[in-house]
């Protein structure tokens, strides 16, 4: 049972344009979401993070929106740049656990063109 | 500022022999530790996590093992390795920041089962 899904295995756009990448969740007890930025052969990077307090978290080009209801989340990377070219990954957490503990999604690959 | 280190960066090992990965954080104390793998084409699965000196939790039934020795060191093992053990393995820790654990990622190692 995959509690965090990652339906689109790749993305292209333009750079320049937007990128949206999406992410849905089963587990109505995860109450905060991460994402990351993998290049191949290294470990992911920290972007940014969303509580469920919140429906948007935004840091610089990167915004993440969270609807409860739908239990979806996307990042929206404006304006895209060849540099954010990656594997995207969503993760999610239960705070109360106090493990940290991440269940990731299967990643989406992005690719902005020149 | 916190740093983890991971080693060694690729590892190539016959079936049947051991396997030991060690991972240090510096810059922090009394962090909660993390293993993961990444097998080809595939997302990031936990394997352990650790909330102190000698607390493991296993996510998965597996050929491994892990060990954390003492505060900021966390060690990944097997005394038989499998092929199946192949893939790309990544240590992490996080920090509380607000109602979030933010998690940080190594750079991983590469194992390759011959």
């Known amino acids: 049972d995959q509690q965090v899904k990652q339906n689109s295995p790749s993305l292209s756009v333009q750079e320049g344009r937007i990128s949206i990448l999406n992410c849905d969740y089963t587990?109505?007890?995860?109450?905060?979401f991460l994402w990351y930025k993998k290049y191949p052969a290294e470990g992911p990077t920290f972007l940014i993070s969303?509580?469920?307090?919140?429906d948007k978290n935004e840091d610089g080009r990167f915004t993440v929106f969270l609807n409860k209801s739908a239990k979806h989340l996307s990042l929206h990377i404006v304006p895209s740049q060849p540099g954010d070219s990656a594997v995207y990954f969503c993760?999610?957490?239960?705070?109360?656990?106090?493990?940290?503990?991440?269940?990731f999604g299967q990643g989406t690959t992005l690719q902005v063109k020149p | 500022s916190q740093t983890i280190h991971q080693w060694p960066a690729t590892l190539v090992q016959p079936v049947g022999s051991p396997l030991s990965l060690e991972c240090t954080v510096e810059?922090?104390?009394?962090?909660?530790l993390y293993w993961y793998r990444q097998a080809a084409g595939r997302g990031l699965q936990l394997l352990f996590y650790?909330?102190?000196?000698?607390?493991i939790s296993s996510e998965v039934p597996q050929n491994l093992s892990a060990s954390r020795p003492q505060d900021r060191q966390f060690i990944l093992s097997s005394k038989k390795l499998l092929l199946s053990d192949s893939g790309f393995y990544l240590c992490?820790?996080?920090?509380?920041?607000?109602?979030?654990?933010?998690?940080?990622f190594g750079p991983g190692t590469r194992l390759t089962v011959t």
């Open positions: 650790s909330v102190g000196i000698g607390q």
């Open positions: 969303i509580s469920s307090i919140k």
């Open positions: 587990n109505s007890m995860f109450d905060y």
């Open positions: 810059g922090t104390s009394n962090p909660n």
């Open positions: 992490a820790w996080s920090v509380a920041k607000g109602f979030i654990y933010e998690q940080y």
């Open positions: 993760a999610a957490s239960v705070w109360s656990s106090n493990t940290g503990k991440l269940i």
